[in-house]
T-cell receptor
Framework: NAGVTQTPKFQVLKTGQSMTLQCAQDMNHNSMYWYRQDPGMGLRLIYYSASEGTTDKGEVPNGYNVSRLNKREFSLRLESAAPSQTSVYFC???????????FGSGTRLTVV | KQEVTQIPAALSVPEGENLVLNCSFTDSAIYNLQWFRQDPGKGLTSLLLIQSSQREQTSGRLNASLDKSSGRSTLYIAASQPGDSATYLCAPSSGTYKYIFGTGTRLKVLA
């Protein structure tokens, strides 16, 4: 099925460990995004990639890095996980300015 | 900086009622606005996308209106059902295709 695929769905990390969250879309969308969702805070933009080869910071980029590997894939890396990064992470993609977002199903990350 | 407010934060109604969920945003220079539904522990499902040049969009029992100049959008749900229970999120887009989200309205429809 066409859409946005996120892996893994669940992950538990120890403080200081690193990991990469993967996101892939098969809709030939140009722009891709990473959000985190915390209770009472709504979704906040971490990083985005307006087009292949470009990445930009969003509202809460500290502690994260991203790679737009190709047009399909956009990964989010936590170099040294902290408990404050416990959250649900969503990836989204969009074709152009007139289109709406398509979201992945999310990655639930717990840092202990 | 775009800020999005959704009122009410929570709503509990008996089945069959018609509902209005409100969304306000501070920066009227938007390209479009999207309404999403989120079930507990799940991802976001797009309900309606309304372009800045449009006044409203309809899908089944859902109708979204947009008043861009005043920074407001409403989502109207007709004849609510228990299956409509979810959190509803509003997100206007501005800048580099970025959507900014409100914290949502948590809806519970009682049978």
């Amino acid at each position: 099925n066409a859409g946005v695929t996120q892996t893994p769905k669940f992950q538990v990390l120890k403080t200081g460990q690193s990991m990469t969250l993967q996101c892939a879309q098969d809709m030939n969308h140009n722009s891709m995004y990473w959000y985190r969702q915390d209770p009472g805070m709504g979704l906040r933009l971490i990083y985005y990639s307006a087009s292949e080869g470009t990445t930009d910071k969003g509202e809460v980029p500290n502690g994260y890095n991203v790679s737009r590997l190709n047009k399909r894939e956009f990964s989010l890396r936590l170099e040294s996980a902290a408990p404050s990064q416990t959250s649900v992470y969503f990836c989204a993609s969009v074709w152009d300015r007139a289109s709406g977002y398509t979201f992945g199903s999310g990655t639930r990350l717990t840092v202990v | 900086k775009q800020e999005v407010t959704q009122i009410p934060a929570a709503l509990s109604v008996p089945e069959g009622e018609n509902l209005v969920l409100n969304c306000s945003f501070t920066d009227s220079a938007i390209y479009n606005l999207q309404w999403f539904r989120q079930d507990p522990g799940k991802g976001l499902t797009s309900l309606l996308l309304i372009q800045s040049s449009q006044r409203e969009q309809t899908s089944g029992r859902l109708n979204a209106s947009l008043d861009k100049s005043s920074g407001r959008s409403t989502l109207y749900i007709a004849a609510s059902q228990p299956g409509d229970s979810a959190t509803y999120l509003c997100a206007p887009s501005s800048g580099t295709y970025k959507y900014i989200f409100g914290t949502g309205t948590r809806l519970k429809v009682l049978a």
